[in-house]
């Protein structure tokens, strides 16, 4: 029973969760910009992130990931899924549409 608490909590706590081989990261958009800005994941799986936008006080209205050539408007309190893909070790990054707010993927 305590084991079953302690994997609830995790899963409770944890923004980043593995379902075989991909891994479904949340965000959330809010006055202080995308929460978690910084995000680790492992090599070698499909990342997916989904995206809430909470406030109207960003500039964050939308979400770029250059090097995926990936750019998606970002509605209030509506959740967005952006597919990255299958990830190689390095970093992605990504930000609002004027690169203002960012945050990074690092792969490892
Ligand atoms: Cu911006």
Do not use: H, W
Not at 4 to 19: E, G, H, N, P, T
Not at 40 to 64: F, H, M, P, W, Y
């Amino acid at each position: 029973m305590k084991l079953v608490l302690a994997i609830l909590a995790f899963m409770a706590i944890s923004s980043a969760y593995a379902i075989g081989n991909s891994q479904v990261i949340n965000l959330i958009v809010t006055e202080k910009g995308f929460v978690p800005s910084i995000i680790n994941v492992k090599a070698g799986t499909n990342v997916e992130l989904k995206i809430t936008r909470k406030t109207d006080s960003t500039c964050a209205t939308e979400i770029q990931v250059p090097s995926k050539k990936i750019k998606k408007k970002l509605p209030l309190n509506k959740t967005v899924s952006i597919e990255i893909g299958k990830v190689e070790e390095g970093e992605i990054s990504f930000g609002c549409g004027m690169n203002m707010v960012t945050g990074v993927i690092f792969v490892k």
